[in-house]
Antibody, heavy 120, light 110 residues
């Protein structure tokens, strides 16, 4: 069964750091681009960051650029999101998703998410 | 603020048809396809439509999508109470080099 399992969320003070992980199983992780999407409480979905299969291409939303770093370890089938200089606006449920391409890319598989709360 | 514009809410009676619009711009619509996602409260987003108008296995043909130069629509026919959810359009923006999500549309079945 294809699965994504996020972990690493928690309560952190403003200015602090967290590293999220997304463990993949049931498919060849190294063959898929991956993305992080977040959802603040009561709000819509917001794309955060994207990484290619070999890490050569990474992309970030303006809201996290310079503070977050996406990476992956294909030998461990795991996606990461290093989050630094966290602010209360980063409080959200963070999903990882697998990208698939037919004619174009889309988010075919989603994890259940991990909650990040930034509060003093 | 989302660069893809969706109506915040739509509603219709059971059995009726509803259309959810998604407006973008040339830099994101011209060369890229749209996907749509359904999310029930407290649940994980689910792929509904990919490549503008294709349904993954298991998605009923009551759901359909279309795209024009700078807009896309999701049509849901034969509305059911179980369709009450939030719906999001998504595409890649070639100029900004980012993924764009619409703000989401809450569907209410009256």
């Amino acid at each position: 069964e294809v699965q994504l399992l996020e972990s690493g969320g928690g309560l952190v003070q403003p200015g602090g750091s967290l590293r999220l992980s997304c463990a993949a199983s049931g498919f060849t992780f190294s063959g898929y681009a991956m993305t992080w999407v977040r959802q603040a409480p009561g709000k819509g979905l917001e794309w955060v960051s994207d990484i290619s299969t070999n890490e050569k291409s990474t992309y970030y939303s303006d809201s996290v650029k310079g503070r977050f770093t996406i990476s992956r370890d294909n030998s461990r089938d795991t996606l990461y999101l290093q989050m630094n200089s966290l602010s209360v606006e980063d409080t959200a449920l963070y999903f990882c998703a697998r990208e698939t391409k037919r004619e174009d890319w889309y988010f075919e598989v989603w994890g259940r998410g991990t909650v990040v709360t930034v509060s003093s | 603020q989302s660069v893809l514009t969706q109506p915040p809410s739509v509603s219709a009676a059971p059995g009726q048809k509803v259309t959810i619009s998604c407006a973008g711009s040339n830099s994101n619509f011209r060369n890229n396809y749209i996907s749509w996602y359904q999310q029930f409260p407290g649940a994980v987003p689910k792929l509904l439509i990919y490549d503008n108008n294709n349904r993954p296995s298991g998605i009923p043909d009551r759901f359909s999508g279309s795209k024009s130069a700078t807009s896309a629509t999701l049509d849901i026919t034969g509305l059911q109470n179980g369709d009450e959810a939030n719906y999001y359009c998504v595409t890649w923006d070639d100029r900004l080099r980012i993924w764009l999500f619409g703000g989401g549309t809450q569907l209410t079945v009256l």
